[in-house]
């Protein structure tokens, strides 16, 4: 029933903004075609259709109010005139109470304001979809901002979520790509993403992590985070001061060197993916900042930090290598490696698919490299792997909407941005660092206790198996009685193994100590496995 209500709203939204004069109706089914002439009974306004657009997506609520900032950092996609009016969006949703502002952070701290603050500012400083920001200043003297949860928004996304699994579900069963997209699992990836957001308790986590990952960088500023004033509905973080990333005036006011602003950026985006596997997935312009400090190597700023966002290895290695086949042109990798990485069916005729990527990109690489759209590339790759039944990744749809911000963000600062330039180098970089013996020797390191505990287990496992196969195969009671026997080994033999792994790798941590030099001339991995490899065989 709240989905219904829900839906009923959206639907009067819709009509009351008019948003129907920013389509071409021909373009909708016939069935909707039908009740157009019922919205000639709301007037037209005398709103222009960004303004149509921007209203009506405000007072939707946060879900589409995300939507509109995505919209704003696209100027490919959306008309200048509706993107600048979206822009107001990023920072400067309508504000609620300052009073209810104060009430929510005295009951989440527990304390009333004037206790908590040398000074509180009862203005907004800023007000977006799902939270709100005033100025304050703590007893030390430290300049800081207090954001707080927006009341009641809790109940509007549960509503909103809820219609949208509807959406989805319809979607699933009766659009001809519907069970491709896999429009359930992406709205669960999207209610998860939000109501995180509502955690600040989270987000302040998330800041800490950023803030660690690049710390003393040149390339980027996070906030501190002040604990002791934080809970899941407050936070409160240093303040910070710089010109918003989509002021080009200001910036170009103070001499800012825009071409490497554009580009750190897009350093900043690799950086957060492939090395440090955590990376900031709201990067729109409300959210970003540039600091005064140094304009000819200028730095940024983040905040909001709610939505965050990592990839395992696989999907970062996949990931990585797609994108340098892209940029060398090699279509018969694309495609094998979309097969590999399961993004199409096992099943595809390589050499068909191949053909069909080289069909759609060759005319794109015609262009000058520093006029390609990264986001226009990967857009025509989708739409030609609709045809070979490719499925929507869930796990990539927020780097991937990154992605699209960070090119769009480096396209306003600097339209000649060549963003391949940027990305080659650090991912070849990254790729021959993954398999580099330093690189793998840490990955051992990583997980050589976990390995140990399994090995002894690996003979008696292949032995049980090969003779359950020779006996008719395993039955579910054979494989009971095998997990059982499994485990009963395991915790005879666990004490034992563990003092002998332990011995071995201090005696081997003991000879680097003892002698450098030689340590240096072994082979470090070969020298412990074969230490280990000796001693499980004398002792198993």
Known sequence: MAAFLRLLKILRIVASYRLDLLINAQTLPLWAR???????????????????????????????VKFGQLLSTRPDLVPADIADELNHL????TPFNGKEFTGIVELSL??????????????????????????????????????????????????????????AKLVEKFAADGKRLRPVEVVEDYQHTILNE?????????????????????????????????????????????IGVSDIEKLNAQNTNMKLLAERGVEIFFTQVFEHNFFHADMHPGNIFV?????????????DTAIVGSLDREDQYYLARNLLAIFRRDYRQVAELHVQ???????????????????????????????ISFGQVLISLFQTARRFDMEIQPQLVLLQKTLLNIEGLGRQLYPQLDL???????????????????????????????????????????????????HGGNTAEQIAELSAQIQRQQLRRRNRFTLLAISSLAAAIGLNF???????????????????????????
Request: glycine residues 4%.
């Open 420 to 470: 391949w330039s940027t990305a080659h180098p650090y991912l070849e970089t990254w790729l021959k660092d993954r398999f580099a013996p330093n690189t793998l020797w840490e990955q051992f390191k990583r997980h050589a206790p976990e390995w140990l505990e399994k090995f002894p287990e690996i003979p008696q496992l292949i032995y049980e198996n090969l003779e359950s196969q020779r």
């Open 291 to 303: 600091s005064h400090n140094n304009p000819s190597r200028p730095q940024y700023i983040a905040i």
């Open 110 to 167: 527990g304390r009333p304001v004037s206790e908590l603050f040398a000074h509180f500012d009862g203005e907004p400083l800023a007000s977006a979809s799902v939270a709100q920001v005033h100025a304050a200043t703590l007893k030390c003297g430290q300049e800081v901002v207090v954001k707080a949860i927006r009341p009641g928004i809790e109940n509007t996304i549960d509503d909103d979520i809820a219609l949208l699994f509807k959406l």
């Open 198 to 242: 509502l955690n600040l308790q989270m987000e302040a986590a998330n800041a800490c992590q950023l803030r660690r990952n690049f710390e003393a960088s040149p390339l980027l500023y996070v906030p501190e985070v002040y604990w002791d004033y934080c809970s899941p509905k407050v936070m409160v973080m240093e303040r910070i001061y710089g």
């Open 34 to 64: 039908v009740f157009l002439p019922l919205l000639a009974l709301f007037p037209k306004g005398e709103m222009n259709r960004g303004q149509r657009l921007r209203y009506a997506l405000e007072e939707l609520g946060p879900i589409f």
């Open 341 to 371: 990485c399961g993004w199409v069916p096992v099943d595809t005729r390589i050499s068909e698919f191949e053909n069909a990527i080289r069909s759609v990109c060759e005319p794109i690489f015609e262009k000058p490299i520093s006029e």
């Open 90 to 93: 990023q920072d400067n949703v």
């Open 514 to 540: 003892a002698d450098p030099a030689l340590w240096q001339q072994l082979p470090q991995a070969s020298y412990i496995l074969g230490s280990l490899g000796a001693l499980l065989f004398f002792f198993r």
